[in-house]
């Protein structure tokens, strides 16, 4: 067709997903060819799926002078879809005949982009760097605190130590102490059999004196002094008896109230270490 007035044509068209008929591919080029000024440019967003696109470009380097196709022309809209994907924008830039370099606004346009991409990846790198600079706080911090928990493991495994030496002592004094109650209770009894063998012996003698009295009052007499002599000695032996076996039972409930004084200590010990 003829070309329009030159007020009617613009240094940079845009398009974006209009090439997937291939029937209108020659229309597209044709339009785009007469609404370019020299030196203009087109450019158009559009993926691969259907193949459609890899045509158009084939047909439009016939028409236009320069013909790039891209997808390396923004870090955001990588990072968001993905090279690999199959609907991935792909950006194709066509510079009609007579074009030495871009036009004044599609510069000023380039370089706005630039500079805003650059601003983008200043800003990536400030945040990069806050989050190791937090990532090595906490770093240390967690260093600090795992220090402080092994102090803290140590000092318990230490008082546990010292805890259980403790209670080994006690037992031990516990197991001194019930041996020397079970000595009281061997010496109670022995000093009893000798008190009923005393015992015993004084009532065969007082037989032998009673049988004797009835023959000589004068030996009876003297076996009655002798009795009574006997009988004071029992007496005194009961009452030695009576004495031993009175501090055997105290040193028994001494030893019972520190071995349970001792057995309560412990189990208060390995309360604490357990918690």
């Known amino acids: 067709g003829e070309q ?13 997903d209009v090439v997937y008929l291939e029937e209108f591919h020659a229309a597209l080029v044709g339009t785009v060819s007469r609404a370019l000024r020299p030196g203009g440019h087109f450019l158009m967003i559009a993926s691969r799926r259907n193949g459609s696109l890899d045509k158009f470009v084939t047909l439009a380097r016939m028409s236009f002078s320069s013909t790039s196709v891209t997808d390396d022309y923004d870090s955001d809209v990588t990072h968001a879809i993905g090279r690999t994907a199959k609907c991935f924008p792909i950006m194709v830039r066509l510079c009609s005949p007579d074009a030495g370099k871009l036009p004044a606004s599609v510069e000023k346009v380039c370089a706005e982009g630039r500079e805003r991409l650059l601003e983008r990846q200043q800003e990536e790198e400030r945040r990069q760097q806050r989050e190791e600079k937090r990532c090595e706080l ?6 600090a605190m795992a220090a402080q928990r092994l102090v803290r493991l140590q000092e318990a495994e230490q008082r546990a130590e010292e805890e259980a030496a403790a209670a080994a002592l006690a037992e031990a004094k516990v197991s001194q102490t019930e041996g020397a109650v079970a000595d009281w209770q061997e010496r109670a009894g022995l000093a009893e059999a000798a008190l009923e063998a005393a015992r015993h012996e004084q ?3 007082a037989a032998i004196v009673r049988r004797k009295a009835s023959k000589d009052k ?12 006997a009988e004071e000695v029992a007496a005194a032996a009961a009452g030695k008896q009576a004495e ?19 057995r309560t200590q412990q189990r208060r010990s390995e309360e604490r270490s357990q918690e």
Request: glycine fraction near 0%; avoid cysteine; charged fraction near 30%.
């Open 244 to 262: 031993e076996r009175r501090r055997a039972s105290e040193l028994s409930l001494a030893a019972q109230v520190e071995a349970e004084a001792l």
């Open 218 to 229: 004068h030996q009876a007499e003297e076996a009655t002094v002798r009795a009574e002599v």
């Open 4 to 16: 329009p007035p030159a007020a009617e044509r613009y240094d940079v068209v845009l398009a974006a």
């Open 138 to 143: 906490q770093r240390q911090r967690n260093a």
């Open 203 to 205: 009532r065969m003698h």
